[in-house]
């Protein structure tokens, strides 16, 4: 029989798509491997300060608000709405975290009026976007105008006149506790004073990871789980993806598009909204007028990063989180050992992306940045104040760029909708 018969009779099966998937043991040997690294570039430049438990610590708490944030666009879009507005949506967080704390004497009403302030901006947000079907953009722009005005507002009417208040500013709110793993912390604490190689490193992160942490800071994280379980282990999940992907076959199907898009941008606002009561209630203890400084952006881009998945844009936040500690304690030289990490990183991806992926001009482009990047380490010493404070958003830039090739949307993201439309 013919190869042409072969093939008509039995066709030839095309080869599996192999998509790599993000295991929790490799996830723990990449971050043990990143640790190596800090720790060699600990020992070679001297700066300490890049696995201390008080730049962890500090990385920690910079990392919460930029990744509630990005939670809360990972809901919005995932339901198909642009959430430009959550920038708005945290300033909201912010003056009413602090209102909520102060009204009640409780750092935890705090955070429950926060969350219900960024749920109205959400709220505005549906109703423009949702029910009206204005382009999602020019509704995001708009609620992060009203969000500054509004809540200019509100401290003159509010704050102006209480002691240590004013028209820009909240006084002191109640403090939020914090919590220790018992034990350990002077154990780490000597062994991190020591600087030996590696070991010193993990006594740093552990401690930075386990000592005064912010009972504010531990549901932050626990979000990030609790969200990938409801959006991607429940019925209900299943149904507010469906109407960011495809809402006319959801709708076919009996779901409320409408009513699953508004829901999924309330949550979206909720969580921004506790993105900025971390900043009045714990960052800083008190509101003050542009006190979210682009975070919500952030958020956003962190989103981006993960590739709309929520493991992915907590990483996101760490990394900003970690670049902006890193900018604050030693400064130009935290910053510069931070180089040699990303030159030696930059090598690793050019060697995978020659021998595993066959990727020569691909290679050869990530080869030459890790070349430039390590010359602009050995010819320096340090890096210049004026750079370090741009150093997260430079990063954040860069590893947009370099996931650009990979990030899939929702399908529906962004696009109106309609009920009873057949496309």
């Given at each position: 029989?013919?190869?042409?018969?072969?093939t008509a009779?039995r066709?030839?099966e095309?080869?599996?798509n192999?998509?790599?998937?993000?295991?929790?043991?490799?996830l723990?040997l990449?971050?043990?491997?990143?640790?190596?690294?800090?720790?060699?570039?600990r020992?070679v430049?001297?700066?300490?300060?890049?696995?201390?438990?008080?730049?962890?610590s500090?990385?920690?708490g910079?990392?919460v608000?930029?990744?509630?944030a990005?939670?809360?666009?990972?809901w919005?879009?995932?339901a198909g709405?642009?959430?430009i507005g959550?920038e708005?949506?945290?300033?909201?967080?912010?003056?009413?975290?602090?209102?909520g704390a102060l009204?009640?004497?409780?750092p935890w009403?705090?955070v429950v009026?926060?969350?219900?302030?960024?749920?109205?901006?959400?709220?505005?947000?549906?109703?423009a976007t949702?029910?009206?079907?204005?382009?999602?953009i020019i509704?995001g722009?708009?609620?992060?105008?009203?969000?500054?005005?509004?809540?200019q507002y509100?401290?003159?009417?509010v704050?102006?006149?209480?002691?240590?208040?004013g028209?820009?500013q909240?006084?002191?709110?109640?403090?939020?506790?914090t919590?220790?793993?018992p034990?350990?912390g002077?154990?780490l604490r000597?062994?991190e004073?020591?600087?030996?190689?590696v070991l010193?490193?993990?006594?740093?992160?552990?401690?930075?990871?386990?000592q005064?942490?912010?009972a504010?800071?531990i549901?932050?994280?626990l979000?990030v789980?609790?969200?990938y379980y409801?959006?991607?282990r429940t019925a209900?999940?299943?149904?507010?993806r469906?109407?960011?992907?495809?809402?006319?076959?959801?709708?076919s199907?009996?779901v409320?598009?409408?009513?699953?898009k508004w829901?999924?941008?309330l949550f979206?606002?909720?969580?921004?909204?506790?993105g900025?009561?971390?900043?009045?209630i714990?960052a800083a203890g008190i509101?003050?007028?542009?006190?979210?400084?682009g975070?919500?952006?952030?958020?956003?881009a962190?989103?981006?990063?993960g590739?709309w998945r929520p493991?992915?844009?907590?990483g996101?936040?760490?990394?900003?989180?970690?670049t902006?500690?890193?900018?604050?304690?030693?400064?130009g030289t935290s910053?510069?050992?931070l180089?040699?990490?990303?030159?030696?990183l930059l090598?690793a991806?050019?060697?995978?992306?020659l021998?595993r992926?066959?990727r020569?001009?691909?290679?050869?482009?990530?080869?030459?940045g890790?070349?430039?990047?390590f010359?602009?380490f050995?010819?320096?010493?340090?890096?210049?104040?004026?750079f370090?404070s741009f150093?997260?958003?430079?990063?954040?830039?860069l590893v947009?760029?370099?996931?650009?090739?990979?990030?899939?949307?929702?399908?529906?993201d962004?696009i109106?909708?309609?009920?009873?439309?057949?496309t």
């Amino acid at each position: 029989m013919s190869a042409t018969g072969l093939t008509a009779d039995r066709p030839v099966e095309a080869a599996p798509n192999r998509r790599f998937r993000l295991t929790f043991p490799m996830l723990l040997l990449g971050l043990v491997a990143l640790i190596v690294l800090l720790s060699i570039a600990r020992m070679v430049t001297g700066a300490n300060d890049i696995t201390s438990g008080g730049t962890v610590s500090a990385a920690l708490g910079l990392a919460v608000p930029i990744g509630l944030a990005a939670l809360g666009g990972l809901w919005s879009e995932r339901a198909g709405v642009v959430n430009i507005g959550l920038e708005g949506m945290m300033i909201l967080g912010t003056w009413f975290g602090a209102w909520g704390a102060l009204q009640f004497d409780n750092p935890w009403a705090g955070v429950v009026a926060g969350a219900i302030g960024g749920a109205l901006g959400g709220a505005i947000h549906a109703v423009a976007t949702v029910t009206f079907g204005v382009d999602h953009i020019i509704s995001g722009v708009a609620i992060n105008i009203v969000g500054v005005g509004f809540t200019q507002y509100l401290s003159k009417l509010v704050f102006d006149g209480m002691p240590g208040g004013g028209a820009k500013q909240s006084p002191p709110v109640p403090s939020m506790s914090t919590l220790s793993v018992p034990w350990i912390g002077d154990p780490l604490r000597t062994l991190e004073a020591k600087h030996w190689f590696v070991l010193s490193d993990f006594a740093g992160v552990l401690r930075g990871l386990t000592q005064n942490v912010s009972a504010f800071t531990i549901l932050a994280i626990l979000l990030v789980p609790l969200s990938y379980y409801v959006l991607w282990r429940t019925a209900f999940g299943l149904r507010v993806r469906s109407v960011g992907e495809r809402p006319v076959a959801a709708e076919s199907l009996g779901v409320n598009v409408y009513l699953y898009k508004w829901i999924a941008v309330l949550f979206s606002g909720g969580l921004a909204g506790l993105g900025g009561a971390f900043l009045s209630i714990v960052a800083a203890g008190i509101y003050r007028d542009g006190q979210t400084g682009g975070r919500g952006y952030i958020g956003l881009a962190a989103m981006i990063f993960g590739n709309w998945r929520p493991g992915g844009l907590a990483g996101g936040a760490a990394l900003f989180g970690y670049t902006d500690a890193l900018q604050l304690r030693q400064g130009g030289t935290s910053v510069h050992a931070l180089l040699l990490v990303v030159a030696l990183l930059l090598a690793a991806v050019a060697i995978y992306q020659l021998v595993r992926q066959g990727r020569n001009k691909a290679a050869l482009i990530t080869g030459i940045g890790a070349v430039v990047v390590f010359v602009v380490f050995a010819v320096t010493d340090t890096v210049p104040e004026q750079f370090t404070s741009f150093t997260p958003y430079l990063t954040t830039l860069l590893v947009l760029s370099l996931a650009s090739q990979r990030l899939r949307p929702p399908a529906a993201d962004g696009i109106p909708y309609r009920r009873g439309q057949t496309t």
